[in-house]
């Protein structure tokens, strides 16, 4: 029997449609490794970086456009027209033969994302009024999240046996077709309009600047700054450690990502209970504290066991910051203000993935792991001290 938001036939239709664009995404991000690969040979991993670049200079750059217009278009039409581009967009990656071409169809995709996601966030709360059902459903993005993280690979290694790359690409555009059905089934609110803003460039920078103004807002986004310097240590590094330093295989690569997977589904499914008694300051700080703490036994150069450990907490730490963030961008601005307040935060956020992820592999390369384990462990520590200072306790 459903409970919780689920008894909600649009939430339970968006959030079905999440799961299924994710899941199409998680086989992209497979099929692209290996398109690269099939195009660049040993030039395969500067190829994945430059993409990776231009995904997070999309998201920083067309989110908060959209973030300022959303308002005045039909919600369900607009994420539905996103989901036909990027379906559109997605299919034509198997007829790639310059890397060129994989960079401008990655931009489009991710231009269309950086406008479907936090449209879609901002319709959530408009849907799921009781709070406590809201934290819930925050807490199954989070999962679903997690799980495409740990079943994508797998996934893609069984189709992979059966089929091309290039057919991932396909079933990804198929996923996308499938999420646009699922939202254009059910009725969603219509997006409040109640002030106007003059200006483009007012309008553009509303949701960052109501952002900013906000002391709670502007601790997260130091928060944001820690999930972005934990996270690419682990996600750019792993492999080069676990390959490189112990000397192991790929299994070992994919159960050491597994690891921050399985942390971070444990706090989103625990999670919501704690913030029935207990505000998300405490938690999401602590969570900061935490990531920063899974990083400095990499100075020592940890073993097998120890990285899965450091990882494990790193995941915790990261899912108790990033599960209640739509409960703070929900209190922090009125029900107009909402779709420019998730534009600010998925562009801001990512900026700082776009600090991050060079950080993390250069520091890798040039400088050593040990080095880039203390510097971002700092910088993420330094990142939740400014986050404690700048977010009031009351």
Not at 57 to 82: D, E, F, H, M, S
Request: proline share 5%; with cysteine.
């Amino acid at each position: 029997m459903l409970t919780g938001p689920l008894r909600d036939v649009r939430y339970r239709h968006l959030f079905c449609a999440q799961v299924t664009a994710l899941a199409g995404t998680g086989l992209t991000t497979i099929a692209l490794a290996l398109l690269a690969s099939e195009l660049a040979g040993e030039r395969a991993g500067q190829v994945l970086g430059t993409a990776l670049a231009i995904k997070m200079v999309a998201y920083v750059g067309i989110a908060p456009v959209v973030g300022a217009y959303a308002t005045r278009l039909p919600r369900r039409a607009l994420l539905v027209v996103l989901d036909l581009m990027r379906a559109s967009v997605v299919v034509l990656l198997p007829f790639v033969t310059e890397v060129w071409q994989i960079y401008v169809l990655i931009f489009l995709l991710n231009a269309c994302s950086a406008g479907f996601t936090p449209v879609f966030q901002a319709t959530i709360p408009d849907i799921i009024k009781d709070e406590r059902q809201y934290t819930q459903a925050l807490s199954l993005s989070r999962l679903a999240y997690d799980l495409e993280n740990l079943l994508s690979p797998t996934a893609a290694a069984l189709l992979l046996s059966v089929l091309t790359f290039d057919a991932l690409f396909v079933l990804n555009g198929l996923a996308f077709l499938a999420s646009a059905g699922l939202v254009v089934s059910v009725t969603l609110p219509s997006a409040h309009n109640e002030e106007a803003v003059e200006g483009v460039w007012r309008k553009v920078s509303h949701g960052t600047r109501l952002y900013l103004a906000t002391p709670r807002l502007r601790g997260l986004m130091g928060l944001n700054m820690a999930v972005a310097a934990a996270g690419a240590m682990q996600i750019v590094n792993t492999v080069v450690y676990v390959r490189t330093q112990l000397d192991m295989g790929e299994s070992a690569v994919a159960i050491a990502f597994a690891a921050a997977g399985g942390g971070s589904m444990l706090v989103a499914l625990g999670l919501p209970s704690v913030l029935d008694r207990v505000p998300q300051r405490l938690p999401m700080l602590a969570g900061g504290l935490l990531m920063a703490a899974s990083l400095f036994p990499g100075i020592l150069e940890p073993g097998y066991g120890a990285l899965l450990a450091m990882w494990f907490f790193l995941g915790v730490g990261s899912s108790l910051v990033l599960t209640p963030a739509g409960r703070l961008l929900r209190q922090s601005g009125v029900e107009a203000d909402r779709p420019a307040l998730f534009a600010a935060q998925f562009s801001l956020s990512h900026a700082c993935w776009l600090i991050a992820y060079p950080t993390a592999g250069w520091l890798g390369a040039n400088v050593g792991l040990a080095e880039s384990f203390t510097v971002l462990g700092i910088t993420a520590l330094v990142s939740t001290i400014i986050a404690a200072t700048l977010w009031p306790r009351e």
